[in-house]
C-alpha cells in the first residue's frame, strides 16, 4: 500500500470539535507562556520531530476510533500520532485549568505538554477527545519544554490499557511513537540530568475536563465562563441529568462524586496508587487520569506511596487515596458554589460519595474473600483482621488474595493438617518466608477458620467462590519492575516486552500459562531499585 492509502485509511476519522466550537478560545495564537483569562483553551500548534516511529498502539482503541490495524501500521500514523501533520478536521489546542498540589493553590496550571488534536465522532456517535503527551510546549508549560521521555510515556501506555482491562475507569491510549530527538531529564532531581529517549503518547477520553478546570475559572471569579463550562459538560458528557439548571447542578455534582468513590474502590481493590492526586489529575468522569508517579502495592502496605517527590508527607499513600478523593471533592464543591450559593446540595453529594464508598468498598471486600455479599456482623471482624495480618509480615497483596482462592477451607477447621500443608498454597505470596514464626502461622490459621465458618455460611459453593475471587483478584498487574524491564529493554531499541505486558495484561484475570513469570513477586534486586520502588514526578 503506498502513503497515499494509508492516509486515507487515517482519513476515516470524523472530526466534531465541539470543545472549541462552544467554549471561548484565548484570542492569542502565540505560543509563549502566559495567564490565560476569559478562556478555556489556546490554540496551539504540536511540534515537529525528526524521525517519529511507532513503538506500540492499542488495538481496542484503534477500533473504537474506526481505525484499522493496517492504518496504525503506517507512516502516516506515526506522522499524526507524534504531531508532524495534522489530519482534516484537527484543530490542536491546550487547555486551560488549575489546581491544588499536594493541599496547596497552585493557580492556572494546564496543558503545559498535552495538545488536544480533536474529538472523534465514531460510528456509534461516540465522542473521544485525542490528546498528545509531549508534543511540544504550550501556553501553560510554565518555562518547561513541553516534552517527555520514553520511561515515562511506556508507563502511561502500558498503565491506562492495564487499569482498562482490570476495569478500572480509565483514559486510554491509542499508541506510543519515540521522537527520534532527545530529552533531557534530571530524574531525581538531584543536579544529575541525562538524556533520554523523547516519545509521544496519544492519549483517548470521552472528555479530560478536570477538577482543576472548573476551579481555575472560580478562583478568578468568572462565573460567567464557570456557568458556561459546566452546562457545556452538562449537555456534552452528562445528558442523561437533563438540561442544565441549579438542580442539575446538584445531580451533576452527586454524580461526580459517585463516579470517583467507585474509581477509588476499584483502585483499592487493585492495589493501584496513583501517586500525584492533585485537583488538576482528577477527571469529572470519574476516570484514572495522568499517570506519572503512580505503582502497584506489592507487600500490602497502607502506607506506601511510590512518588519519591511525597516520601515525607506521604499524601498520597495507598491507604489515604479514599479521603484525599473526598478533600479533592470538597474543593470542587467550592469552585461550584458560586452558581448554587448553598451549601445543601454539596453536603448531599459529599454524603453520595461516603455512602457510595462505603457501599461499594465492603462489596469490594467481600468479593475479593468470594463471598457474595458483605454481612457487616460477621465480615467487619473478618476483614479487618485480615488487613492486619497482610501487614505483619511482608506479603505480596495481589498474589495473596489470588492464592487464598486455592487454600482448602474445609482444612482449616481440622487438627490432623498441619499449619505447613494448610498455608502450601500461599507461600508463594511471602517476602520473606523466614518471617514466619509460630505466632504468625497460629494467628493466620485462626483467621482462616473463622473466613471457612463464614464461607461455609455463604450462599456461594467452594467453586463458584473461587470464581468470584477469580475475577475480583486479578493475576497480572503492571508491577512496577515489570514496566522498568519493559522501559530498559525500550530504551535499547527492543520493544518486544511492551508488546509482551500489553497482550498480558489484557488478560489480567485468566491464568494464561506459559506467561506465569509476569505474575511473580517482585525479585529482590528490584526492592531499592529507581523506577521499581521509587519514581519522581520528573517525566
Ligand atoms: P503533572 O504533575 O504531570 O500532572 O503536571 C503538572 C503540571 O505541569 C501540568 O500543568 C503539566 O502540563 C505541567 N508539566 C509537567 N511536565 C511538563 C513539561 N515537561 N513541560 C511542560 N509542562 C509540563
Ligand atoms: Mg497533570
Sequence with gaps: MDSQTHASALDTLRFDNRFTRELPADPIDDNYCRQVTGACFSRVQPRSVIKPQLVAFAREVAAQLGLSEEACRSEAFAEVFVGNRLLDGMEPFAMCYGGHQFGNWAGQLGDGRAINLGEVLNAQGERYTLQLKGAGPTPYARQADGLAVLRSSVREFLCSEAMHHLGVPTTRALSLVLTGEQVSRDMFYDGHPKLEPGAVVCRVAPSFLR?????????????????????????????ELGEPSPEVYAAWFEEVCRRTAEMIVHWMRVGFVHGVMNTDNMS????????????????????????????????????QQPQIAMWNLVQLANAIYPLLEHTEPFQRGLDAYADTYERANTRMLAHKLGLQDYQADSDDGLTTELLVILQLVETDMTLFYRCLAEVELAKATDSNISDTELMEPLMEAYYRPSELTDDYRQRLRGWLSQYAARAASDPLDDNARRQLMNRTNPKYVLRNYLAQLAIDQAEQGEFSMIEELLEVLRHPYDDQPGMEKYAEKRPDWARTKPGCSMLSCSS
Design 284 to 319: 469529572v468522569l470519574g476516570l484514572t487520569i495522568d499517570y506519572g508517579p503512580y505503582g502497584w502495592l506489592e507487600d500490602f502496605d497502607p502506607d506506601w506511596t511510590p512518588n519519591t517527590t511525597d516520601a515525607h508527607q506521604r499524601r498520597y499513600r495507598y491507604g
Design 211 to 239: 477538577f482543576g478546570s472548573f476551579q481555575i475559572l472560580s478562583a478568578r471569579r468568572d462565573h460567567t465562563l464557570l456557568k458556561q463550562l459546566l452546562d457545556y459538560c452538562i449537555r456534552t458528557d452528562f445528558p
